[in-house]
């Protein structure tokens, strides 16, 4: 309970101070636990000076409750039965900040709840050039132009002859598209190099996903967590910068935030095909899977594990660390898996081939000089000194990034 004093607070006169600077002082001690309407870990602030008789007994609340508490005060006992959480003491607050944050808690109260919730504005996803789309309209194209050609060297075959029966030169008969041994080998040259074209491209293409968008249990925006509240991706993904895998995070980090965010209050959202998503009401599915009750704010059935698809995969035979590319490689998210704090619903960046993970292996630099991790490289390191070579010149592949048991055994 942060600021839960503020909320059990009464003066009957409003205290004055700075709203501008209370706010400040409100966002980084208080909303976490407390909500100017609605009740949180603590009460609702919403005419919280008209709840202590006491002026100087409420500024104490909020520098320590317990000492409040142990007083014996009885309002101050009431409430903290009934939320049963010890409130951080701020005994750093002056006088001048514990009304300045109460300023701004008398100018909310006139806010109507979700008047100015956020900034609307459609996030619906715009639609991808199709490649196998352009593929599939070029090779249409190429098929209409090689029968006009064939139809036109027919034509101009029947043109020859009627010139030389004009003329009275004999010509032997033409012989027919179907029977003409010259078009129905080049025919058969075509349909094998076309066939094999698409064999190869297919066989090329398995396993691969580029741009999966598969859909979620739960509508899950990294445009709204990473993106707009600038939420760390390993805050969530703890694993990427600790062990191979990144991790799907547990619930429980969810409600790290999700016991006090029990409403959506940001830009609209919308799924790829441009159906508004209800914010709240995917919040109630993570509460719903994980037995969370938001009015008695506490668990009151057994969780179920949230079924999430999972959206990047490699071969089994291929072997990736995201410890060694986050730590030290230097490796940011956005090289592999895109602009993931623009995506609303997360897809394949990346087709994650060999032939791409070479390719950054051959042409992205190392902070080499400057990391631990590459202090083995001795004679590297060598020849940097001795002005043989610059560290700017060092790809992944000079460290031997591109052998194939780096990644295959």
Not at 218 to 235: E, M, P, R
Not at 238 to 254: D, F, L, Q, T, Y
Not at 276 to 299: C, F, H, M, P, R
């Amino acid at each position: 309970m942060l600021c839960a004093g503020l909320v059990l607070s009464s003066l009957t006169t409003k205290a004055q101070g700075d709203p501008a600077a209370g706010q400040a002082l409100f966002k980084a001690n208080c909303a976490s636990c407390h909500n100017v309407h609605k009740k949180l870990t603590g009460p609702a602030l919403a005419g919280v000076e008209g709840r202590w008789a006491d002026k100087k007994l409420l500024h104490a609340w909020i520098r320590n409750s317990q000492k409040v508490i142990a007083s014996g005060d009885k309002y101050a006992k009431q409430l903290y039965a009934e939320y049963n959480v010890v409130m951080t003491p701020f005994e750093s607050f002056t006088d001048e900040d514990i009304d300045n944050i109460l300023a701004y808690i008398a100018k909310e109260e006139k806010v109507v709840p979700g008047g100015a919730a956020g900034a609307p504005g459609a996030t619906a996803t715009t639609g991808k050039t199709d490649n196998s789309t352009n593929n599939l309209i070029f090779g249409i194209i190429t098929l209409i132009l090689a029968v006009v050609a064939i139809v036109l060297m027919q034509i101009n075959s029947n043109l020859n002859k009627l010139a030389a029966d004009k003329e009275g030169q004999p010509t032997p008969e033409p012989v027919p598209f179907y029977r003409n041994k010259a078009y129905i080998a080049i025919c058969i040259v075509l349909l094998f190099m076309v066939g094999g074209y698409f064999t190869i491209q297919g066989a090329i293409g398995l396993g691969r996903q580029k741009d999966y968008m598969p859909e979620q249990p739960i509508f899950y925006s990294h445009k709204v967590h990473a993106g707009i509240n600038q939420i760390n991706c390993l805050y969530c993904h703890s694993g990427a910068e600790k062990s191979k895998h990144a991790m799907i995070p547990p619930e429980n980090v969810c409600m790290n935030c999700h016991k006090s965010i029990n409403e959506y209050t940001g830009p609209d959202l919308y799924t790829a095909e441009g159906k508004k998503v209800n914010g709240t009401a995917e919040i109630q599915k993570l509460y719903d899977a994980i037995g969370w009750d938001k009015d008695a704010s506490k668990y009151t059935k057994p969780g179920k594990p949230i079924e999430w698809v999972k959206i990047h995969n490699l071969p089994d035979h291929v072997y990736f660390n995201h410890s060694q590319h986050v730590v030290a490689g230097k490796v940011q998210c956005q090289t592999c898996h895109g602009p993931i704090q623009d995506m609303d619903e997360v897809h394949q960046f990346a087709d994650l081939s060999m032939g791409w993970c070479i390719n950054c292996h051959r042409t992205t630099n190392v902070q080499f000089t400057e990391n631990k991790y590459f202090t083995i490289f001795e004679k590297l390191h060598e020849d940097i000194a001795n002005g043989k070579m610059k560290a700017s010149d060092i790809t992944v592949e000079t460290l031997g990034g591109t052998e194939c048991q780096k990644c295959h055994y």
